[in-house]
C-alpha cells in the first residue's frame, strides 16, 4: 500500500517548456487535489477532482490543466512553463470530497522554472 | 471568505519544554479545523482535526488542540517537546476548499 506517489521528484525546465506531474493513489479514493506551496503561503489549490470524471479550479489555476485519467490517476500539466512556476508541488487524496476527512499527501515535487 | 492566521513563522523551544502553536481562523459558521505537520522533505500527514462535539481534541505524537469558539482560535499544544517534533505545522479550516495557515516552523533547542 504505498498511498499517493507523485513524480518526477525533481524537475528544472526553462521558460516555455512544457511538462506533465503524475500522481495515482492506491487507497479506493474518490477526491484528488493538486496543491503547490510557496515559503510564507502555505498550500494554494490549483485544481481538484471531486469524483472521477469531474475537475474544477482552485484558487490559483492560471497556466496549468489537470487530467482525472480514471479513478487512481491525476495529473497536473504546465504547458508553458513560467519562472512564477517554481514551487514545489503536492498531490493529495481523500476519500470523500466533503473535506470532513483527512487529506493524504504524496512526497512533493520540487520544480524549478529558469 | 475564510481565512487562517498563524501567529509566528518559526517558534523555537527547548527539549522537554511545553510547546504551543498559535491558530485563529475567521467564520461564522461552525468550523471543522485540521493541524497537520510537514518533515523536512516529506509531504503533510493530519495530526488531529476538530469537527463537532469536545473541544480538546487529541492527536498523534501527544499533540492536542482546544477549539475555543469565542476566541476563533484552534491552538496546538504538547507538554513535552522532542526534538523528533521539529517539523513545520499547518493549520486549516474547511470552507469549499481547506482554507490554509502559512505554517510555522517549530525548532527544537537540545
Known amino acids: 500500500n504505498a498511498g499517493v506517489t507523485q513524480t518526477p521528484k525533481f524537475q528544472v525546465l526553462k521558460t516555455g517548456q512544457s511538462m506533465t506531474l503524475q500522481c495515482a493513489q492506491d487507497m479506493n479514493h474518490n477526491s484528488m487535489y493538486w496543491y503547490r506551496q510557496d515559503p510564507g503561503m502555505g498550500l494554494r489549490l490549483i485544481y481538484y477532482?471531486?469524483?472521477?470524471?469531474?475537475?474544477d479550479k482552485g484558487e490559483v489555476p492560471n497556466g496549468y490543466n489537470v487530467s482525472r485519467l480514471n479513478k487512481r490517476e491525476f495529473s497536473l500539466r504546465l504547458e508553458s512553463a513560467a519562472p512564477s512556476q517554481t514551487s514545489v508541488y503536492f498531490c493529495?487524496?481523500?476519500?470523500?470530497?466533503?473535506?470532513?476527512?483527512?487529506?493524504?499527501f504524496g512526497p512533493g515535487t520540487r520544480l524549478t522554472v529558469t | 471568505a475564510q481565512s487562517v492566521t498563524q501567529l509566528g513563522s518559526h517558534v523555537s523551544v527547548s527539549e522537554g519544554a511545553l510547546v504551543l502553536l498559535r491558530c485563529n481562523y475567521s467564520?461564522?459558521?461552525?468550523?471543522?479545523l485540521f493541524w497537520y505537520v510537514q518533515y523536512p522533505n516529506q509531504g503533510l500527514q493530519l495530526l488531529l482535526k476538530y469537527t463537532t462535539g469536545a473541544t480538546l481534541v487529541k492527536g498523534i505524537n501527544g499533540f492536542e488542540a482546544e477549539f475555543k469558539k469565542s476566541e476563533t482560535s484552534f491552538h496546538l499544544t504538547k507538554p513535552s517537546a522532542h526534538m523528533s517534533d521539529a517539523a513545520e505545522y499547518f493549520c486549516a479550516v474547511k470552507d469549499y476548499q481547506l482554507i490554509w495557515g502559512a505554517g510555522t516552523k517549530l525548532i527544537i533547542k537540545p
Open positions: 493529495a487524496s481523500s476519500e470523500l470530497a466533503d473535506l470532513r476527512g483527512e487529506q493524504y
Open positions: 467564520s461564522s459558521v461552525p468550523p471543522y
Open positions: 477532482s471531486a469524483s472521477e470524471g469531474t475537475t
